[in-house]
């Protein structure tokens, strides 16, 4: 039985486009040009300067999306804080040493009163999918954590000024995000797992909404322990309930007239708003035996790597991610789970004034595009 090729367009802002490819073109051209040797018998020389060409070719066609939508589809954003390291004024860039550490050296334990919050407390921001954020303060305290009046906490010192250690805070923070009794709700917007000095944090609900470029760390500090914000958050295909008109009438627009992410005002975060709709990549899976994983076929994506600085083990069959790889950067150059270009022409016909769109689409991988 044949079925459809389920290749997906990447958006700029990480969205995806689904495609159903009934016939898959991937052609290179080398470029090498043979020339016969004068008097040499038809002998013949060429330059190969690898300047190959590439050219993805896509045909199928575009149907009405089922009415219901698969909400359990999607990825959800993480984070990460890292205790062991510290980043900030003081150190200028990311310093191995451990955060507890470089506080004990630039501040005193007097800088915070018991069981009170005030300025000079320090603090982390996290803000969940509906944009709603929550503010976590280290604090001087017995109590290991919870709420101080209305505010979260995790004691970073105790009741008579000793500090704890990172293991004991990274504790801490862990159940606190996960707590969801009374008024200490952190667990239904969240789930945090640790190791000995870090604490990962999950969103509980999937969807690129949950990219919010925090955690932040915040208050009357100079340094701060290392953050990773939120990342990894995909919605379901943006196909997902359309009709075929609306799939085609979608991509026909954005590709007259698409905006691509470099254009958009920067967040102080340095991340991009995500409204960015430029077609920057594909994603085309094959079936690999080489990555089975006990099976006959394993799910991969084509890859192309390209550059000057590209072993022969650089493009081993190896290096391919699976096909359910989440995109964390679409303008990433070492992510081997998609391939990076863009759309050049696209044509869309419709047949016999049914719901159904036959398209033409050639694709050019490209990986910097200006």
Do not use: C
Not at 88 to 112: C, E, F, K, P, Q
Not at 168 to 188: C, F, K, M, P, R
């Amino acid at each position: 039985m044949v079925v459809n090729i389920p290749v997906r367009l990447v958006r700029a802002d990480g969205q995806l486009i689904a495609l159903d490819v009934t016939t898959l073109t991937l052609d290179v051209d080398r470029n090498i040009n043979p020339h016969a040797v004068p008097y040499g018998g038809s002998a013949r020389w060429a330059f190969d300067l690898n300047l190959s060409k590439a050219v993805i070719l896509l045909e199928g066609y575009v149907v009405d999306s089922p009415d219901a939508i698969d909400v359990t589809a999607g990825q959800a954003a993480y984070s990460g804080i890292y205790f062991a390291k510290t980043t900030g004024s003081y150190t200028n860039a990311i310093s191995d040493m451990d955060w507890i550490d470089h506080y004990v050296t630039l501040y005193t334990a007097s800088r915070l009163t018991t069981d009170t919050i005030n300025t000079n407390n320090p603090y982390i921001t996290i803000t969940n999918s509906a944009d709603t954020s929550f503010k976590i303060y280290f604090s001087k305290s017995n109590t290991t954590q919870g709420l101080i009046g209305s505010d979260y906490h995790v004691s970073m010192v105790d009741a008579s000024g000793n500090m704890r250690t990172t293991a004991q805070i990274v504790e801490y923070l862990h159940d606190l995000i996960n707590l969801n009794t009374g008024s200490t709700v952190l667990g239904a917007h969240f789930l945090a797992t640790k190791t000995t000095t870090t604490v990962t944090i999950n969103q509980l609900v999937n969807g690129k909404a949950g990219n919010t470029f925090t955690p932040i760390f915040e208050g009357n500090a100079r340094v701060g322990p290392y953050i990773e914000m939120f990342l990894g958050g995909s919605d379901t295909d943006i196909t997902q309930s359309m009709s075929a008109g609306d799939k085609v009438m979608s991509l026909y627009a954005t590709l007259n007239n698409s905006v691509d992410k470099d254009n958009l005002d920067w967040t102080s975060a340095g991340a991009p708003k995500q409204v960015a709709d430029y077609i920057t990549g594909i994603q085309i899976p094959f079936n690999s035996t080489y990555n089975a994983d006990g099976e006959k076929y394993k799910a991969m994506n084509f890859f192309m790597p390209t550059g000057a600085n590209m072993l022969a083990t650089d493009k081993d069959i190896s290096k391919a991610e699976p096909a359910s790889s989440i995109i964390l950067d679409p303008d990433a150059d070492d992510d081997f789970s998609f391939i990076k270009g863009t759309i050049t022409k696209a044509t869309f016909v419709q047949i016999g004034g049914e719901p159904i769109y036959q398209f033409n689409i050639q694709f050019l991988p490209i990986d910097t595009i200006i």
